[in-house]
C-alpha cells in the first residue's frame, strides 16, 4: 500500500526522506520486519522499541514511525514522528487492512469477570438466528466454523485488523470481541468502530499492573469514553460503577440489572444444577447454564441482540438452545455419584460468587469441596482474600497451584493460607500438586458431595518457570474419577 494512503487522517510532526513509498507490511517488533515493511517504535512496559529502530531497518523496514526520531538517519528510509507511536499504530492496522470494523458489527464487551461468557454466549446466539461471526476471546478465536488458537484476551490491533479483515471477506456480519483493561491502556483497540459496548463488571484484578482501582476503572471507563455518539453503550447498574462508565460517553446509554428497574431487567426464577428459568423483561425462559452469575451474562447479551434489532422472542428461543461455555460452570457427575463443576473463578470475586451459586443450588446435606490457587507473577492482594472466601463458603478448602510462573509455589499457597480466619483453620489443607489436590478432593468424597474446582477452567496447561506442562482440570477428573471409582 502507498505510505501516502496509508497517513490518511494521521497527525504527523514530521516526516523525512521517500513520501512516495509502497509499504508491504506494518510491524511493531523488530525481529518481524520484512523487506519493505513500516515499523512503529513503541515505548511498552519492559523496553523502549525506539532502541530496536536500527535492527528492524537490517530485517528490511524501509519507514520508520516513531516518537523521537533517532540522531543517526539512514539514506533510503522514511522517517515520521508521531505524538503518540502506540495510538498511530491501531489508525494504521485500520488503513493497511481497509478499515474492516466498519464493514460489520463489531461488539466489545469490558469488565472484570464475564467478558468471555458473554461473547462467546453472543456468537453462538447469532449462529442460532443465522449469521455468521468472528469472535475474539480469551479461550479462543473464531472466524465461522474456524478456530485459531488464542494468544491474549484482546490480541494486538494488527492481529485484530487482519481477523476482522478476514471475517469481512469471508461474509461475516458480526465480530463479538473481549476488550480487557491490559488492551485499552496498551491501545489495541484505538481505530476500531464499535457499534456496541457492553459492560459487565467491576471488582479487584490486575492492580499488578494498573497499581490502584482507580487507575483501573479509569482504564475500563476510557473504552465508553472513546465511543461515538451512533454506538450504543449497555451497563450492568446494579455494579456500583456501572454508571460511572457511562458518565462521558457520547454513545446512546442502555441499562441492564437484576435489584433495579433497568432497560432490560433480569430475574431467576428457579434454579438448579441442570438450569435456571429466567423472566427478561416479562418473558420466561429455560436455559442449561447454571449460576447466577450467567444470569447477569445472558441479560448483557440479551440486551445487545435486542440492540441489534431482532426481536424478543427469536432471541429467547435461541438463548433456550445455548450451551455451557468452556470451563464456566461447567458440570460433570462421577460414575459414584460425585457432582464436579469446573470454573475459571480466579479472582475474589468470581470464587466469592460462585460459591454462593452453589451453596444456593445445594440442599445443605452435601459437603461442598473448593480445590483451587492463584497464579505466580500476579496480583498478590487477591491471594489472602481468596483463602478466607474458599474456607469460608466451603465445607473444605484445598489450597493447591495454579501456574506458579516464576514464584515458589509453597509462597503463593502461604499468601492464600494467609487469609483464612482462625473459626476456619480445620476447614482447609494444602497440597501443591494439583493432581494430588483433585486425588485428594475425591477421595474425601461421598456420593452427592459436591467438588469445585476453581481457577483455570478452559486452561490445558500449567505454567511453571516459563514452561507451560500440559494440565486440564476436566481431563484429570475424568481419568481420575473413573480410576478410583474401579
Ligand atoms: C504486560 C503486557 O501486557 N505486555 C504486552 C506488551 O508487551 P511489552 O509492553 O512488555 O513489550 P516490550 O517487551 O516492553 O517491548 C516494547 C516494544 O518493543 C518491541 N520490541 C521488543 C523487542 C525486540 O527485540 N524488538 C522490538 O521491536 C515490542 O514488540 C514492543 O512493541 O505488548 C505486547 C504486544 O502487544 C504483548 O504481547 C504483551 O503481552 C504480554 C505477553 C502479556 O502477557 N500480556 C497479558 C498480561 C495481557 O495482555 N493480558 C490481557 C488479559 C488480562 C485479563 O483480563 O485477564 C489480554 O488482553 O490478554
Ligand atoms: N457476570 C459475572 N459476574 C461475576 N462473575 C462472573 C461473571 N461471569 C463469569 N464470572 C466468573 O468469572 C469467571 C471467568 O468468567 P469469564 O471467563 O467469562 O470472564 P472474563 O471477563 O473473560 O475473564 P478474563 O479477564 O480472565 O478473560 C467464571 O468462571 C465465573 O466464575
Ligand atoms: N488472564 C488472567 C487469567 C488468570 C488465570 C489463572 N489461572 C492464573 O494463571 O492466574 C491472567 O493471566 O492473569
Ligand atoms: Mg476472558
Request: proline letters at 2%.
Amino acid at each position: 500500500m502507498k505510505l501516502e494512503e496509508l497517513l490518511k487522517r494521521i497527525p504527523v510532526l514530521e516526516m523525512i526522506g521517500n513520501q512516495n513509498t509502497d509499504v508491504s507490511e506494518i510491524v511493531f517488533d523488530s525481529r518481524k520486519a520484512v523487506a519493505d515493511s513500516l515499523y512503529v517504535a513503541i515505548k511498552g512496559t519492559v523496553s523502549d522499541g525506539h532502541s530496536f529502530i536500527d535492527s528492524s531497518i537490517e530485517k528490511g523496514a524501509k519507514v520508520i514511525l516513531c516518537e523521537v526520531l533517532p540522531e543517526d538517519l539512514k539514506d533510503n528510509v522514511t522517517y515520521i514522528q508521531v505524538k503518540d507511536a502506540s495510538k498511530t499504530l491501531g489508525q494504521l492496522a485500520s488503513n493497511f487492512y481497509g478499515n474492516p470494523s466498519e464493514k460489520l458489527n463489531l461488539i466489545g464487551v469490558t469488565g472484570t469477570n464475564g467478558k468471555t461468557s458473554v461473547a462467546t454466549l453472543l456468537f453462538d446466539i447469532f449462529k442460532i438466528l443465522g449469521f455468521q461471526s468472528l469472535l475474539i476471546s480469551t479461550v479462543e478465536y473464531r472466524i465461522r466454523d474456524e478456530i485459531i488458537p488464542s494468544t491474549h484476551t484482546t490480541p494486538d490491533v494488527i492481529r485484530i485488523n487482519q481477523m476482522l479483515a478476514k471475517a469481512v471477506k469471508l461474509d461475516c456480519e458480526y465480530a463479538f470481541m473481549e476488550v480487557s483493561s491490559h488492551g485499552i491502556h496498551q491501545n489495541r483497540t484505538e481505530g476500531l468502530h464499535f457499534k456496541i459496548a457492553g459492560f459487565t463488571n467491576i471488582t479487584h484484578d490486575h492492580l499488578d499492573y494498573h497499581k490502584t482501582f482507580e487507575e483501573y476503572l479509569k482504564t475500563k471507563k476510557r473504552f465508553f469514553d472513546e465511543l461515538n455518539s451512533e454506538a450504543i453503550a449497555i451497563t450492568n447498574i446494579d455494579d456500583k460503577n456501572g454508571n460511572v462508565m457511562l458518565q462521558n460517553t457520547k454513545a446512546k446509554k442502555k441499562t441492564y440489572a437484576l435489584k433495579t428497574m433497568a432497560d432490560f431487567h433480569g430475574k431467576m426464577l428457579e434454579t438448579d444444577f441442570n438450569g435456571m428459568l429466567l423472566n427478561f423483561n416479562g418473558k420466561e425462559f429455560w436455559t442449561t447454564l447454571s449460576g447466577k452469575f450467567n444470569v447477569y451474562n445472558l441479560l448483557l447479551a440479551y440486551a445487545i441482540t435486542v440492540e441489534s434489532g431482532f426481536h424478543e422472542e427469536d432471541i429467547l428461543k435461541a438463548m433456550s438452545q445455548l450451551k455451557t461455555v468452556k470451563g464456566r460452570f461447567e458440570t460433570l457427575k462421577s460414575e459414584g455419584g460425585i457432582f464436579f463443576i469446573i470454573d475459571y473463578a480466579h479472582t475474589p470475586d468470581a470464587l466469592e460468587n460462585i460459591l454462593d451459586s452453589i451453596n444456593e443450588i445445594r440442599t445443605k446435606n452435601e459437603r461442598l469441596i473448593t480445590v483451587f490457587g492463584c497464579g505466580g507473577d500476579r496480583d498478590h492482594a487477591k491471594r489472602p482474600e481468596m483463602g478466607k472466601i474458599a474456607s469460608r463458603k466451603s465445607t473444605l478448602a484445598i489450597i493447591t497451584s495454579d501456574n506458579p510462573r516464576t514464584e515458589n509455589p509453597a509462597t503463593i499457597i502461604q499468601e492464600i493460607e494467609s487469609g483464612v480466619e482462625p473459626q476456619y483453620f480445620s476447614k482447609y489443607t494444602s497440597i501443591p500438586d494439583r493432581r494430588e489436590a483433585i486425588k485428594m478432593a475425591i477421595k474425601f468424597s461421598e456420593p452427592k458431595d459436591i467438588i469445585l474446582i476453581a481457577g483455570k477452567g478452559h486452561e490445558n496447561y500449567q505454567e511453571i518457570d516459563g514452561i507451560k506442562h500440559h494440565f486440564d482440570d476436566k481431563e484429570t477428573v475424568i481419568e481420575l474419577a473413573k480410576l478410583m471409582s474401579k
